[in-house]
């Protein structure tokens, strides 16, 4: 199956500096990524949309200025959380997909990033 | 609104046999997805229900029906490694993934 790496895997670092996580279709071009974010026990929550070459398309109440998302080529995306404060502390977690949505298969649902574990101190 | 509900927690013994209920309010609907998550890692899918009926796969097996906007999730003969989260996920008009707030399945011995 499809690959999606994170990098880094955890982080720890000082409120108010930026964090940059990668997100990498090795085996794959991913038209399309997705941004979750996951606090404890609740379920994932979609960030923002980004496709390849476009602007990302972010959901209600996610400040597009505090996360950055940048889908430079098919194979990377990046998501740098600026100025970061305790509150932002989670488990984020990319996935990606190579389809158009018109043409979404079963086995070519989204493929999971590992997830990058913040915590703000 | 759009909306999936799922039980939040639920125990089984090793061996058994296990149910996981799903039901969903979308604005379209263009297929439905399991999800294993394990405590600190990321989804891994399990299985994927577009049309009525019922799906098998090894010890899991995923049941859909359109009209009552419900699904679950069947696992068998449970092992301890089993023990994770189930998340339910529906594709809406969009292709936008929607996504049930998980179950968390303990199982015993």
């Known amino acids: 199956g499809a690959v999606v790496s994170q990098h880094p895997s955890w982080v720890i670092c000082k409120s108010g500096t930026s964090v940059k996580i990668e997100c990498r279709s090795l085996d794959f071009q991913a038209t399309t990524m997705f941004w979750y974010r996951q606090f404890p026990k609740q379920s994932l929550m979609l960030m923002a949309t980004?496709?390849?070459?476009?602007?990302?398309?972010?959901e209600q109440g996610v400040e597009k200025d505090k996360f950055l998302i940048n889908h430079a080529s098919l194979t990377l995306s990046t998501l740098t959380v600026t100025s970061a404060h305790p509150e932002d502390s989670s488990f984020y977690i990319c996935?990606?997909?190579?389809?158009?949505?018109?043409?979404?298969?079963?086995?070519?649902?989204?493929?999971f990033g590992p997830g990058t574990r913040l915590t703000v101190l | 609104g759009q909306n999936i509900d799922q039980p939040t927690e639920m125990t089984a013994t090793e061996g058994a046999i296990v149910q996981i209920n799903c039901t969903y309010q979308?604005?379209?609907?263009?297929?439905l997805f399991w999800y294993q998550q394990h405590a600190g890692e990321a989804p891994t899918f399990l299985s994927y229900?577009?049309l009525d009926g019922l799906e098998e796969k090894g010890r899991f097996s995923s049941f859909l029906s359109r009209s009552k906007g419900y699904s679950y999730l069947l696992l068998k003969e449970l092992q301890m490694k089993d023990s994770a989260s189930y998340l339910c996920a529906v594709f809406d008009s969009n292709y936008q993934l929607i996504w049930g707030a998980g179950t968390k399945l303990i199982i015993k011995p």
């Open positions: 996935s990606a997909r190579s389809l158009t949505p018109e043409r979404v298969l079963p086995t070519d649902t989204q493929y």
């Open positions: 229900n577009v």
């Open positions: 979308t604005s379209g609907f263009n297929g």
């Open positions: 980004s496709n390849e070459g476009s602007k990302a398309t972010y």
